[in-house]
């Protein structure tokens, strides 16, 4: 059974973008390596011609796996966001207590994840760990470099 995912407008679109791309232009590219391959003679001792077939069943795994995704794909209204507790798109100021350090991560699905830009997965430790969550409380995250205790301090779109 496949997964619901929850996406904003932009997360989906880029998925639909990615998909098209590798119907259209990857898939093509695929075969005319096939084809190139299999003109250079003997198919039993042609290593290209295998390598290019393993390429070809990976892009088309690729692609099945995002019409999977993006068939189960969900739209998240923002307008009907609960900012009680932090859910995906909400935008959630953290407080580190060990060391004061405040930081801001807008919670999105892990496809659209951008550390660089402030958005974190729902997936990764500290989203999994603040999901769900009010103003005011604490968490305590298990992170590679051990246990970190963060205070939710405001929540937002």
Known sequence: MAQIGYYTEEGLQ???????HLKTVERKAATQAIVEARDKGDLSEN?????????????????A?????????????ESKLDLSKASILTTVKIKNLTNGMAMKYTLVAENEADLKAGKISVDSPIGKAILGKKVGEKVDVHVPAGKMTFEITDISI
């Not at 295998?50 to 892009?59: P, S, T, V, Y």
């Not at 796996?65 to 209204?77: P, Q, S, T, Y």
Request: proline share 0%; hydrophobic share 50%; charged share 40%.
């Open 47 to 63: 290593a290209e011609y295998d390598a290019a077939r393993e390429a070809q069943a990976l892009l088309e795994l690729r692609i």
């Open 65 to 77: 796996k995002l019409e999977d995704v993006i068939a189960n794909a969900r739209i998240v209204d």
């Open 14 to 20: 880029k998925l639909k973008d990615e998909l098209h």
